[in-house]
């Protein structure tokens, strides 16, 4: 069977991935080091992309090209938008939207309106939406999902009990070319964009796959919380809660 595209911008991320796969063999394409192996059953092939919207948009369109791929994945972490949400709760795209791309006006980032074009809303919004079908479906599996606790060493001494309940929602992926590390911005994420996490690949294989005609499946487990400690929480996170993004898309992977 045609394998699914799995995209990874960082090593940490690709490597929980690994973990779970059989049958693993290496390959290079391009310079990127590409894995291909099984995942529950079924044939992936997983490629660290670097970070960002161009290095992951090109990486997915030479692994669809390479090797016929199905459908395109993302797996990994993003920072937390959504104040319900706490480091280690998964998100599960529905829908995804290039914050960064748009119109600027004059007068600050709030005059900034989302997902209008420059050319017009006629040249297409750089907005993209899972099937009902697909949102059905994974609405269904996401809230059957139970992620291990975070090591109890990782959580602040403040934090209460209920943050190890790790939870897996369907919400809305913002993506652009920047680490958010500002509780300015990202409150502002959160209202105009009314996401749930921001990382900086998915929107971009979710062109790339609307562009290919190829279903699109975003899983990001939170590393932050976008705020003003998010340089200090990713890198302490990063590693311990990409293994949930590999464990979530393992429960879904059936679906695509
Ligand atoms: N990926 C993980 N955390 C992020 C953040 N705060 N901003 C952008 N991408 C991220």
Redesign the pocket.
């Known amino acids: 069977a045609a394998p699914l595209a799995v995209i990874c911008a960082m090593q940490e991320e690709k490597a929980a991935l690994r973990a779970l796969m059989s049958d693993l063999e290496t390959r290079d394409l391009l310079g990127r080091r590409v894995t291909l192996g099984r995942l529950d059953g079924r044939d992936i092939v997983v490629a660290e992309s670097g970070i960002g919207k161009v290095a992951s948009a090109v990486t997915a369109a030479l692994l669809a090209r390479e090797f016929g791929c199905r459908g395109l994945v993302v797996s990994?972490?993003?920072?937390g938008l959504d104040p319900g949400l706490h480091i280690g709760d998964t998100v599960i795209a529905h829908s995804l939207v290039q914050h960064d791309y748009g119109q600027l006006l004059d007068g600050g980032l709030t005059s900034f309106r989302p997902g209008v074009p420059p050319l017009g809303p006629d040249r297409g919004e750089y907005h993209f939406t899972l099937t009902a079908d697909l949102t059905e479906r994974l609405a269904q599996l996401a809230g059957a999902i139970d992620l291990p606790e975070l090591p109890a060493d990782l959580l602040p001494a403040s934090a209460p009990r209920a943050w190890r309940k790790r939870r897996v929602v369907l919400g809305r992926i913002v993506s652009?070319d920047?680490?958010?590390?500002s509780e300015r911005e990202r409150a502002r994420l959160h209202r105009d964009f009314d996401a749930q996490a921001?990382?900086?690949e998915g929107a971009a294989v979710a062109q790339v796959g609307a562009l290919l005609g190829l279903p699109v499946v975003v899983v990001?487990c939170?590393?932050?919380?976008?705020g003003s400690d998010?340089h200090l929480d990713?890198p302490r996170f990063?590693a311990a809660v990409s293994p949930g993004a590999a464990l979530v898309l393992r429960q879904i992977i059936g679906i695509l």
């Open positions: 990994g972490v993003a920072g652009g920047q680490f958010i590390n921001v990382e900086m990001r939170l590393s932050d919380l976008a998010s990713f990063v």
